[in-house]
């Protein structure tokens, strides 16, 4: 994939890339706007595949192999930056629409869904720990401050991978389930 997109021009790809980021901020602002009503399905699904796909476009086209030369800094940051904001928007978002659906369920079957979201997060957290050690070794990288990620290219999918988009999701369906718990036993 990297070989295709490789042969674009530049111009191409940025436009694609802020087009893409653009469609984001639209399903963002219309999750925001349906958030006090009924969230439809189709837009959460949207968002849900939205960022998976953009964690994709992080973790496997932003992120070049250690071989390839990474020239000058890193200049995906701005990208980064507003998929990060984008994407804890949603987790917020999808927090409080699982908060309000778990609240309407059985007790037991909020505790079945915290339980594997809870799962989920450990498999996840576990499974990027991994990843970070493997990304240490494989580019001789001192991780000592993990707040200079940002500097190399080469480390763009270190927090943008499928380990913590799964985390982002699950720790906020767990979230929403100790919300709706708290709020159940208020009622």
């Known amino acids: 994939m990297n ?10 790809i940025l436009f694609s890339l802020f087009a893409l980021l653009l469609t984001g901020v639209i399903i963002t602002i219309m999750l925001v706007k349906e ?3 009924t969230i439809k399905s189709v837009i959460l699904l949207s968002a849900i595949f939205f960022h998976a796909f953009n964690f994709y476009i992080i973790y496997d086209l932003l992120t070049p192999s250690p071989q390839v030369s990474s020239g000058n800094g890193n200049p995906n940051i701005p990208y980064i930056f507003v998929s990060f904001l984008l ?21 037991w079957l909020i505790l079945i869904i915290m339980v594997i979201a809870s799962t989920i997060s450990y498999f996840s957290f576990v499974y990027q720990l991994d990843f970070i050690s493997t990304i240490k070794e494989e580019l001789y990288y001192p991780l000592g401050s993990w707040w200079s990620w940002w500097e190399s290219i080469h480390l763009n999918s270190l927090y943008f991978n499928p380990y913590t988009f799964l985390m982002g999701m699950s720790i906020s369906v767990l979230v929403a ?10 009622v």
């Open 35 to 37: 958030q006090k009503k």
């Open 177 to 186: 389930g100790v919300f709706a718990v708290i709020k159940k036993r208020q």
């Open 87 to 107: 994407f804890l928007s949603f987790c917020i978002v999808l927090t409080r629409k699982m908060s309000d659906t778990l609240r309407q369920k059985r007790g």
């Open 3 to 12: 070989t295709l997109i490789g042969d674009l021009p530049a111009e191409v």
